[in-house]
């Protein structure tokens, strides 16, 4: 059983709120269990945690290739990382965008979203969205902040050891799909 959020009044009305996920062998559970229905949302805010702890793009690229989900991004500079690193299933799409178009059930094949470096209001919004008008798409979020309106979120933890349990759980994920 995992935590439960405790900013009441962070969570809209409802009973539906996140719950917090300890173990991030569990993280790599769920999203082996999803596998070829994951998309990957980064955000710009991404940056201020590379500023910090190292390259996390490429970090999240590895992850998507281990789980073959497309990485949707509407910045310029994750495009160019991206392509940098010679990673090319991204779409350049506003996440706004994207998520109006999985409630509105114009893509289907999506059954997990992931959310990493979106703002914290926006992510909020745009879970918050989802939560409500797709309720059978789950949601995670691997910020090192958590996030009430997710399915799933991580602990509040400093970026250094946030990016230590990344990387475990990039690692996990990778060892777990090289079996199957």
């Known amino acids: 059983m995992g935590l439960e959020y405790w900013l009441k009044g ?62 949707i991004t509407s910045d310029s500079n994750i495009v160019k990382k991206l392509t940098d690193i010679g990673f090319k299933n991204y779409i350049i799409l506003f996440p706004l965008e994207m998520v109006r178009k999985i409630s509105r059930g114009e893509l289907k094949q999506y059954r997990l979203l992931i959310f990493i470096g979106h703002r914290y209001a926006y992510q909020w919004l745009l879970l918050n969205h989802i939560k409500h008008y797709r309720p059978d798409i789950q949601t995670l979020s691997l910020d090192p902040y958590p996030q009430p309106n997710a399915t799933w979120t991580l602990p509040p933890l400093p970026l250094n050891i946030w990016y230590k349990n990344f990387v475990q759980l990039i690692e996990l994920v990778k060892a777990s799909t090289a079996k199957a």
């Open 10 to 71: 962070d969570i809209p009305p409802g009973p539906i709120k996140a719950t917090v996920i300890t173990d991030i062998s569990r993280v790599a559970e769920i999203i082996k269990k999803n596998i070829g229905q994951i998309a990957i949302f980064i955000g710009p805010a991404i940056k201020d945690v590379e500023d910090t702890v190292g390259d996390v793009v490429s970090r999240i690229a590895e992850l998507s290739i281990a789980i073959n989900a497309p990485i």
